[in-house]
């Protein structure tokens, strides 16, 4: 079997079918490499003392593990000095990174998750880290926040490594979604996957049911549909899964169809959901549309919408495409 690496994939992309400049090459190699790096990392463990707290809070009040800070130092350094970037914006930091004056800078700018699971790292459960790619504004000169508040759909690249019993890098670059597995012998990205696609329809769905008593009426309708099984409504049974790490959720997905929903609920009215527009829907959403899937916020497409700050939180409801309408379409029922 011939062997492609992710090398040789994103230099045929540039070559053959002009969709990757030089410069977004260079840059998804080296985030490929940083997670190279944190893959390493995730998989000492306790041996290599990652495990456990790091003591600290990020902006968003959610205390910080080891691994969070560790990863995000992993991307900050392998980035910075490449001349690919304007600047950086990351979950666990408050403001963004600009590229310090030292260093050549590009046109673009990259978004991460460095480490998306954190409560799975010390059980020995797959975690991941996801990112974001977009263009520097026409004529940017010193990068401000609102150079980073772009609709998901102007992102040029996308992806997520997932840190499991393999670790798999699953990336787009707006043509097609495409999975590369570490070889840790040759230290190299292999691709296993081309084209990935989801199903359109599913038995399978992903929601944290502890927080069923919060959900507004639209989730509670489509929820219990899917739980009166055969009998029910939808006339089949639905099986559940739930990770806790958005990224083996979606890679899951990914592989074999399902719906994933992290929805707003009553309790904080003002706050849309738990998850990040920026590091987390967005990237999530654009893998998802390019492997056939659709992902809302309930209301609209994720990818549409237009951030008006860098930590914003959105509802997310992504995955096989039928199943996305249909909860969407419960939401716009309710009016
Ligand atoms: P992070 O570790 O980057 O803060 O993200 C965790 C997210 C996401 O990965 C996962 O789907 C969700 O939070 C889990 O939430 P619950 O704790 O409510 O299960
Ligand atoms: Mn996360
Ligand atoms: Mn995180």
């Known amino acids: 079997m011939k062997r492609i690496s992710l090398t040789r994939y994103l230099i045929e992309e540039q070559r053959d079918n002009n969709s990757i400049p030089a410069e977004l090459r260079l840059l998804i190699e080296v985030v490929a490499r940083a997670c190279k790096t944190i893959s390493h990392s995730v998989s000492k463990g306790a041996l290599g003392d990652v495990l456990g707290a790091a003591g600290s809070e990020n902006v968003q009040g959610e205390i910080q593990k080891k691994l969070d800070i560790i990863s995000n130092e992993i991307l900050l350094e392998a980035n910075e000095w490449g001349g690919h970037l304007a600047a950086m914006a990351s979950e666990e930091m408050e403001n963004f990174h600009p590229i310090p004056n030292r260093y050549p800078k590009g046109e673009y700018m990259l978004l991460f998750d460095p480490l998306d699971g954190s409560s799975n790292i010390d059980v020995n459960v797959s975690i991941g880290t996801i990112f974001s790619v977009l263009k520097a504004p026409e004529g940017m000169k010193e990068p401000c926040e609102k150079d980073f508040l772009q609709p998901g759909s102007k992102q040029v690249a996308a992806g997520y490594a997932v840190y499991g019993p393999q670790t798999v890098l699953v990336l787009t670059t707006g043509n097609g979604v495409h999975a590369f597995t570490l070889d840790r012998e040759m230290g190299s990205w292999v691709m296993t996957q081309r084209d990935m696609k989801i199903p359109a329809d599913t038995a399978e769905y992903a929601i944290n049911a502890s927080n069923a008593r919060h959900w507004y009426p639209p989730v509670r309708r489509y929820i219990s549909e899917l739980e009166a099984g055969k009998t029910g409504p939808r006339g089949k049974n639905f099986n559940m899964r739930w990770i806790a790490s958005m990224v083996a959720d979606v890679h899951r997905i990914l592989n074999r169809g399902g719906i994933f929903m992290y ?58 495409k039928n199943e996305v309408e249909l909860v969407t379409r419960y939401h716009a029922a309710q009016g």
């Open 263 to 320: 929805p707003a609920d009553e309790r904080e009215p003002d706050k849309p959901g738990k998850l990040r527009l920026l590091y987390e829907a967005n990237p999530m959403s654009l893998l998802v549309e390019q492997a056939g899937g659709a992902a809302t916020n309930g209301e609209m497409r994720i990818l549409d919408i237009q951030p008006t700050k860098l930590h914003e939180r959105v509802a997310v409801f992504l995955g096989s």
